[in-house]
């Protein structure tokens, strides 16, 4: 089956490194996505990797992807109290004919105290 | 540039009303659809469409409506408004499979 688990908490210290962790099941994904969704507002993207990739970085995000353990991480340099929001990590299974396939997770809640 | 636009914003309703949340794009994108958004359970998809004219059902579609005559439009419509529904939705728009989805700023929708 398809599934996305991320653990639904973290807190920070404001500089600290934040790393989100994602697990996976469709081996088959294409896109793995992070998405980022700040108080009262709508998600926004803020990376994503493709599958033939391992890691990928964007300034202070840094993107890991182990596909034999099938796990997606985000890692935030210098954390800010900007940064708190919740993470979605969300999958693309191969294959699939329509963008309904996207599978998202929970939800981390990243909370960064200053 | 608006991007995904979605009214109301906030919404209480009676058990039994019915109502409809209206979502826009301006940016010509052919898939659109509709997700629920619940604690700890992350997004789960209502009702998508690939372009106007045509619509389909997601993971949770019971107790709503959809339709897309226009490529800019996809209404989600609640035939009876049931405590269950009570939850965030937000609807998205890309411009095809495998491109970016666009998420509108939300609907909070109460039904006491």
């Known amino acids: 089956g398809e599934d996305v688990e991320q653990s639904l908490f973290l807190s920070v210290r404001e500089g600290d490194s934040s790393v989100i962790n994602c697990t996976y099941t469709d081996s088959s994904s294409t896109y793995l996505y992070w998405y980022k969704q700040e108080p009262g507002a709508g998600l926004q993207l803020l990376t994503y990797?493709?599958?033939?990739?391992d890691m990928k970085q964007d300034q202070r995000l840094t993107v890991l992807l182990n596909k034999k353990d099938k796990h997606l991480s985000l890692r935030i340099a210098d954390t800010q109290t900007g940064d708190s929001a919740i993470y979605f990590c969300?999958?693309?299974?191969?294959?699939?004919?329509?963008?309904?396939?996207?599978?998202f997770g929970p939800g981390t809640s990243l909370s960064v105290i200053p | 540039n608006a991007g995904v636009t979605q009214t109301p914003k906030f919404q209480v309703l009676k058990t039994g009303q019915s109502m409809t949340l209206q979502c826009a794009q301006d940016?010509?994108?052919?898939?659109m659809s509709w997700y629920r958004q619940d604690p700890g359970m992350g997004l789960r998809l209502i009702h998508y469409?690939?372009?106007?004219?045509?619509?389909d059902q997601g993971e949770v579609p019971n107790g709503y409506n959809v339709s897309r005559s226009t490529t800019e439009d996809f209404p989600l419509r609640l035939l009876s408004a049931a405590p269950s529904q009570t939850s965030v939705y937000f609807c998205?728009?890309?411009?095809?499979?495998?491109?970016?989805?666009?998420f509108g700023e939300g609907s909070w929708l109460t039904v006491v």
């Open positions: 990797i493709f599958s033939n990739m």
């Open positions: 998205a728009s890309s411009r095809d499979r495998r491109n970016t989805i666009y």
């Open positions: 969300a999958e693309t299974p191969r294959g699939r004919t329509s963008y309904d396939k996207v599978i």
């Open positions: 940016m010509n994108h052919e898939y």
């Open positions: 469409s690939v372009g106007a004219g045509i619509t």
